[in-house]
């Protein structure tokens, strides 16, 4: 018998828009309004180098991420994991969300596993290697919110810092199965720009073929690459679209649809 | 059609043995050999006490309990729901369990009210007042072992810091509808005394009626006397068996029983 799928949409939040008490009254408002069923996915980076100096912990970024030793490890779950998920767990519920926030431990439903350390050691951050979402399927449909943190396990006792872009695409294409997803990567522009300088110049709508070309002409570049290669990597995965935009847009669904 | 309830124990742990890694490691293996579903309730104490000092945070007890204002919150929420309880998730599911770190905000499973100033002012701390536990008992009985960190929510958009001992005694309670519920207060002695300096006094069983008896021959006192009242409360409330005992006894169930 052919069954519908419901509709499910993880929204993926940088750390800017969760770590100001306005901008995340703002978002979880937003947030609460989509329809159908939804999974937020958040970063806390600039909130974790914070705690990272307040300690006296050094804080070292190559390429954009972030070097882990044991001691950043630790500044990150208890920003990550601790303060910015219940901060937003406990927000949704106030809400009348029943949101549950979770790393990749939880359940184990995200295993990564050590970023080899050639040619850069990026120390204990993770790779996913197994999405499990069996549970978090289940629950969804009991209308639980997850709430995901960027930090996966690699299931022998180690927390894994993850990329917070990676955990979104991962999991939307694991959700995939059970629920027709839409992916939304929120981040301070409007969408993907033909010129960063024009705020307004948003591209509507990117195929791999655009992408490529774009990509050549340099028009797209820097850490705007990974994430269309994430988006482009979920919708072969079955992700059903992927949208780029700015965190005030989440319910119109304006900036850059990613289609193949 | 009557229907025998499964096996559940509770058990609580203070906050030395999940700081240290030796003491840690070995009370997950013995808690992951307790036969049928199980729980864990966990402290964090020093290792907030020892942040805070980090971070230039001033440190208050009064009464044995932790004065919690905006930083502190902060503070314990960073280091139980994300530090502690997440270091207990991976140590966990290394071991094969699937366990699931959750605060009382995450699936709302128990709101709490702050505490009036009056005549004490201990901030943000909680008092339980719902205990909501009916998505955990699924998720108990599709092997899921739930990690509780001591901190609740008002459903206000709050976490509030809340006594592990009182949390473990409230989820103990609220699991006894559907389980018959072993609740084991773990501490750093073997049992109750019946002689503070002879740690083999231990106290092999007590009723209310040995237990006001102490009390008044102030055999017992201090911070057990609050351990025991919420004992025979749990009791009261359905919980089959409370025993006090020493981490490393959890398997053996020696230490002090309480019953009716």
Known sequence: MFEEKKKLTVIKVGGKIVEEPETLTS????????EGYKVLVHGGGRSATALATRLGVETEMIDGRRV?????????TMIYAGWINKQIV????????NALGLTGADLNYMRSEKRPPYPVDYGFVGDVKEVDVRILNELITKDVVPVLAP?????????????????????AKAFSS???VTLIYCFEKKGVL???????????SLTPELFEKFVSEKIIQGGMIPKLENSFNALKAGVSKVIITRADAILTHSGTTITL
Chains 1, 2 share one sequence.
């Open 68 to 76: 882990t030793d044991a001691e950043m490890l630790k500044v990150v």
């Open 194 to 204: 033909m010129n960063e300088k024009e705020d307004d110049s948003v591209i509507s």
């Open 90 to 97: 406990a927000g949704l519920q106030a809400l009348g969300l």
């Open 151 to 171: 930090l996966t396990h690699d299931k022998c006792g180690n927390l894994l810092n993850t990329n917070a872009d990676t955990i979104a695409a991962e999991a």
């Open 178 to 180: 059970f629920f027709e």
């Open 27 to 34: 978002l979880l408002n937003d947030f609460s309004k989509i």
